[in-house]
Every structure is written in structure tokens, then in C-alpha cells.
């Protein structure tokens, strides 16, 4: 039976297959379509030349052993091979290679691209967007050749996407899918703000300065909490930027999202006051290390700046810090302070 094999192993090369991967999966799928075959033998295996162009379909058939006393179940034995290649096999075979040399290409291409994208796991990338009727719920991302996949949970709420408009994205997860390679990218995450400000920040990228932690409720608030690694170095400084600069360049990418610059300390009461900024906390009450609670102290009319609209600033201050933070008033706090200190027993 005829194939143009040398044809063949030419089209696999310009695809980067070898000669060898596109042989074995042509003589499996041509064993499979053998055995569909009406009177197929059980056992077989295909053979191809690629000098003639033909291949030859060998099967064997099993001899059934008769039972005895010392072997009551013996295994059967096989004939020798014989050419059991049908007659009318040429049309189904033809088919077969070209279902054969189409899933090969589409795993090699799918190859590359997981190869080319499996790097870009964590990176920030531009892409284009692509809005497609049949999937109203993903926006469907162009970056070159490929489409990635911007889920509903990965996006912005309230951040409108149209088609034909660039887009930058945080790749979220590269992976094999059942149709071919996955990229799912998101505008929510929060480490799409820090790739943000590498872009942005010199020293982020040598290492003077060190983003140690994000807290973000995507197209609302974020804060990052900074620290210098070298000295002489002002964190927050660098992130602004000569006249806020570098900022306002992260916060056109992120629309009308806001951002909190803070300094980062060991001291878990002056990171718990650093993160209630815009607020300034008089002082911070460690209440137990082991729960990781305190108490920050805020003047009278900074309470609700500390707490923030729908206790946002308070809520992203504790994810930022991972401390549970209870907020009291300043005022009262030296007051109850006050009444204690007069109830309190004097000396004889």
C-alpha cells in the first residue's frame, strides 16, 4: 500500500517534527484503523518503507493450546507473521496520514507556543484586546499570534475593555489545555501594580529598593509597603518620583485606582501605623504577637480617614500588614488613661 512518506517527512521537518515522531504515530494510527477493520487479526503491527512509499500491515494470529493436568489454563502461542494488508485500505489510509500529519502540526505549534509563553508566567506583556461574541463573559486578549484569556475574575470592576485598544496584563497561568496551550492574564492581581513600578523604578530593578508587600482591591485602592536596601536611599521617594513621576505613569495603567506609599519596618507598631496612612496614628498597642492584633490610636477627626469609605483603608491596612487592626479614638484612649491614673490607689 502506497504513501508518499518522503513528502511527508519533508512537511514534518519544516515543522521541526522528526522523522522518527511522525513515523511511530502513522504506523500506530494506521495499526488502529487495521483493527476496524472487518476479519482484522488481534495482533498486528505496521511496517513503513520509505524507500518504496508503501507500508505493509503484519499480523499474526493466536494458537489456542489444549489444556493439561500440569498446565490446566496454558497461554496461547502465535503463528508466524503473515502480509495482512487489506486490498481496499488505501482510501482509509490516506486519510488516516492526513489526520496524522494535522495533529502532529497542531502539537508542534502548540509546543511553541507553550514554550515561547511558559517564561512569561509572572510577567507583565501588552496585548491587544479582542472581544469575541461567543464568550461574552472572557475578554479575549491578542498578544501576537496568540489569544489569551482575561476571565471575569481577573478583571477590573468597572473597567471597561474595547476592542482594538492595548492593553497591559499580568500572565497569571500558563498551561496545557485540552484545545491547545492556556495563558489566562489578569488586571486585578496585585503584582501586576509591582511589575508596574519596575517599569517605572530603577532602583526596584537593581535591588536599592524592595517592594515587601501589596494589598490592592483592584480599581479602588492599593499600598505597597517599601523599604531601602542601600543606604541613603528614600523608598517611598524613588516610587513617586521627581514630581510624582513615576507614580502617576503606574496609576494611567490603572485608571482611577489611588496608591499608598509606605514605609515597611520590623517594628509591627510603626508598620501598623505607617499602613493606616493617609491617617496618622498617635500610637500603636501591641496587644498579642502570637494573634498578630493591635490597637492604633487616631485623633478625633482622623477616625474616619484611618477607617476609610466601606472600612477600606482599614481593611487593606491589615492585609497589608497581616495584623488584625482595631481602631480606637485618641482622645478617649488618653482620657480612660486619665480616669485610671486618679482611681488609681495612692501610696501611704
Same mark, same amino acid.
Given at each position: $500500500?502506497?504513501?508518499?512518506?518522503?513528502? $511527508?517527512?519533508?512537511?514534518?521537518?519544516?515543522?521541526?517534527?522528526?522523522?522518527?515522531?511522525?513515523?511511530?504515530?502513522?504506523?500506530?494510527?494506521?495499526?488502529?484503523? &487495521?483493527? @476496524?477493520?472487518?476479519?482484522?487479526?488481534?495482533?498486528?503491527?505496521?511496517?513503513?518503507?520509505?524507500?518504496?512509499?508503501?507500508?505493509?500491515?503484519?499480523?499474526?494470529?493466536?494458537?489456542?493450546?489444549?489444556?493439561?493436568?500440569?498446565?490446566?489454563?496454558?497461554?496461547?502461542?502465535?503463528?508466524?507473521? &503473515?502480509?495482512?494488508?487489506?486490498?481496499?485500505?488505501?482510501?482509509?489510509?490516506?486519510?488516516?496520514?492526513?489526520?496524522?500529519?494535522?495533529?502532529?502540526?497542531?502539537?508542534?505549534?502548540?509546543?511553541? +507556543?507553550?514554550?515561547?509563553?511558559?517564561?512569561?508566567?509572572?510577567?507583565?506583556?501588552?496585548? +491587544? =484586546?479582542?472581544?469575541?461574541?461567543?464568550?461574552?463573559?472572557?475578554?479575549?486578549?491578542?498578544?501576537?499570534? +496568540?489569544?489569551?484569556?482575561?476571565?471575569?475574575?481577573?478583571?477590573?470592576?468597572?473597567?471597561? &475593555?474595547?476592542?482594538?485598544?492595548?492593553?497591559?496584563? &499580568?500572565?497569571?497561568?500558563?498551561?496545557?489545555?485540552?484545545?491547545?496551550?492556556?495563558?489566562?492574564?489578569?488586571?486585578?492581581?496585585?503584582?501586576?501594580?509591582?511589575?508596574?513600578?519596575?517599569?517605572?523604578? /530603577?532602583?526596584?530593578?537593581?535591588?536599592?529598593?524592595?517592594? $515587601?508587600?501589596?494589598?490592592?482591591?483592584?480599581?479602588?485602592?492599593?499600598?505597597?509597603?517599601?523599604?531601602?536596601?542601600?543606604?541613603?536611599?528614600?523608598?517611598?521617594?524613588?516610587?513617586?518620583?521627581?514630581?510624582?513621576?513615576? +507614580?502617576?505613569?503606574? $496609576?494611567?495603567?490603572?485608571?482611577?485606582? @489611588?496608591?499608598?506609599?509606605?514605609?515597611?519596618?520590623?517594628? /509591627?507598631? @510603626?508598620?501598623?501605623?505607617?499602613?493606616?496612612?493617609?491617617?496618622?496614628?498617635?500610637?500603636?498597642?501591641?496587644?498579642?504577637? @502570637?494573634?498578630?492584633?493591635?490597637?492604633?490610636?487616631?485623633?478625633?477627626?482622623?477616625?474616619?480617614?484611618?477607617?476609610?469609605?466601606?472600612?477600606?483603608?482599614?481593611?487593606?491596612?491589615?492585609?497589608?500588614?497581616?495584623?488584625? =487592626?482595631?481602631?480606637?479614638?485618641?482622645?478617649?484612649?488618653?482620657?480612660?488613661?486619665?480616669?485610671?491614673?486618679?482611681?488609681?490607689?495612692?501610696?501611704?
Amino acid at each position: $500500500m502506497e504513501l508518499d512518506l518522503t513528502g $511527508m517527512h519533508k512537511l514534518a521537518a519544516e515543522q521541526g517534527i522528526e522523522p522518527e515522531t511522525l513515523d511511530d504515530a502513522l504506523a500506530e494510527a494506521l495499526r488502529l484503523a &487495521y483493527l @476496524k477493520t472487518p476479519h482484522a487479526a488481534k495482533h498486528a503491527r505496521v511496517e513503513l518503507d520509505e524507500r518504496s512509499g508503501s507500508f505493509t500491515v503484519w499480523a499474526v494470529d493466536e494458537i489456542r493450546q489444549e489444556p493439561t493436568e500440569d498446565d490446566p489454563h496454558p497461554a496461547p502461542t502465535f503463528s508466524e507473521e &503473515y502480509d495482512d494488508t487489506p486490498r481496499d485500505f488505501g482510501r482509509l489510509a490516506a486519510a488516516t496520514a492526513r489526520q496524522v500529519i494535522s495533529q502532529l502540526f497542531r502539537k508542534a505549534e502548540d509546543d511553541k +507556543v507553550f514554550g515561547a509563553f511558559s517564561g512569561q508566567k509572572g510577567k507583565l506583556i501588552t496585548g +491587544v =484586546i479582542q472581544q469575541d461574541v461567543s464568550d461574552p463573559t472572557n475578554v479575549h486578549v491578542a498578544i501576537g499570534d +496568540v489569544e489569551a484569556i482575561l476571565p471575569r475574575r481577573e478583571q477590573v470592576p468597572g473597567e471597561r &475593555y474595547r476592542h482594538g485598544e492595548r492593553l497591559r496584563v &499580568y500572565v497569571v497561568n500558563v498551561a496545557r489545555g485540552l484545545k491547545g496551550p492556556e495563558i489566562v492574564v489578569s488586571r486585578s492581581h496585585p503584582e501586576l501594580v509591582r511589575r508596574l513600578f519596575e517599569r517605572e523604578v /530603577p532602583e526596584l530593578v537593581s535591588g536599592a529598593v524592595s517592594i $515587601m508587600a501589596i494589598a490592592r482591591e483592584a480599581g479602588a485602592r492599593t499600598k505597597l509597603a517599601v523599604k531601602a536596601n542601600t543606604e541613603g536611599v528614600n523608598p517611598k521617594g524613588a516610587l513617586i518620583g521627581p514630581g510624582g513621576a513615576r +507614580v502617576r505613569a503606574v $496609576m494611567e495603567n490603572l485608571g482611577p485606582e @489611588k496608591i499608598d506609599i509606605v514605609d515597611w519596618s520590623e517594628d /509591627p507598631a @510603626k508598620f501598623v501605623a505607617a499602613a493606616l496612612s493617609p491617617a496618622v496614628a498617635t500610637g500603636v498597642q501591641v496587644i498579642s504577637e @502570637k494573634n498578630k492584633t493591635a490597637i492604633a490610636f487616631i485623633h478625633d477627626d482622623q477616625l474616619s480617614l484611618a477607617i476609610g469609605k466601606e472600612g477600606q483603608n482599614a481593611r487593606l491596612a491589615a492585609k497589608l500588614t497581616g495584623w488584625k =487592626i482595631g481602631i480606637e479614638s485618641a482622645e478617649a484612649h488618653a482620657q480612660k488613661a486619665a480616669e485610671n491614673t486618679e482611681n488609681a490607689p495612692s501610696a501611704e
